[in-house]
């Protein structure tokens, strides 16, 4: 999962046009305080970058605009919203996800059965969040994972290829990136590194 980064030389249109044209194929928008108005011209413009290119959009954080913009689904925070009610609004084909830092989240989660994938983290310390949870790492990983069952999950927080199989080795679906992605302004070798890193698609 690629997620769009705040305060880079790139807006984030560039951003998910340059990821798509590197091979991504989901892309969350993540825009932080950004003017409402601002927020949702954008998140037009970035579904409709994806839907060109083949990738699934998410809107981070606001259901409201997610469907304003014809985007795929939205991501929530453990705290941002009401996962139930979320999904109510959402109907039962757009995708919802939502973050879990913790057991209780997972617990959470599981209870509410509306999630499509959880974000589970984070990893490690990421400066991309204002107010941090407690850094899981890989053994905390696997706790969260064993309770969210048979729940999709993602790995979040402060990911690089270095880091990539050992996520893997956890059990999680896959890992969701932003940092790492534009690191040096080298986004398309850094997508490739980091798809190189994760492997081929399990089998079984």
């Known amino acids: 999962m690629c997620l769009t980064q705040d305060n880079l030389p790139l ?4 951003q ?20 409402r108005d601002l927020w949702t011209a954008t998140a ?29 689904g939205v991501h929530l925070g453990s ?22 830092n913790n057991l209780a989240d ?16 984070p990893w490690r310390f990421t400066a991309n969040k204002q ?5 899981l790492g890989p053994e905390g990983i696997r706790a969260v994972l064993a309770r969210l069952g048979r729940l999709p999950a993602w790995a979040i927080g402060g ?8 996520v ?3 059990g999680a679906t896959g890992a969701a990136v932003s940092s790492a992605l534009f690191r040096d302004g080298r986004l398309e070798e850094n997508f490739r590194a980091l798809a190189a890193a994760w492997g081929p698609p399990a089998t079984t």
Do not use: F
């Open 11 to 14: 807006p984030h249109p560039e």
């Open 16 to 35: 998910a046009r340059r990821l798509c044209a590197a091979g991504a194929r989901w892309i969350q928008l993540r825009m932080k305080h950004a003017p």
């Open 44 to 72: 037009r413009e970035v579904a409709a970058i994806c839907r060109a290119g083949g990738a699934v959009c998410i809107v981070n954080d606001d259901v409201e605009i997610a469907l304003a913009v014809g985007a795929d």
């Open 79 to 100: 705290h941002d919203a009401d996962w139930r009610e979320t999904r109510r609004q959402l109907g039962p084909d757009l995708i919802l996800g939502g973050t879990v």
């Open 106 to 121: 997972a617990d959470r989660a599981s209870v509410a059965g509306v999630l499509d994938y959880a974000g589970v983290g």
């Open 131 to 135: 107010q941090l949870a407690p850094v």
């Open 159 to 166: 990911i690089g290829a270095e880091d990539l199989s050992a």
């Open 168 to 170: 893997r080795a956890t």
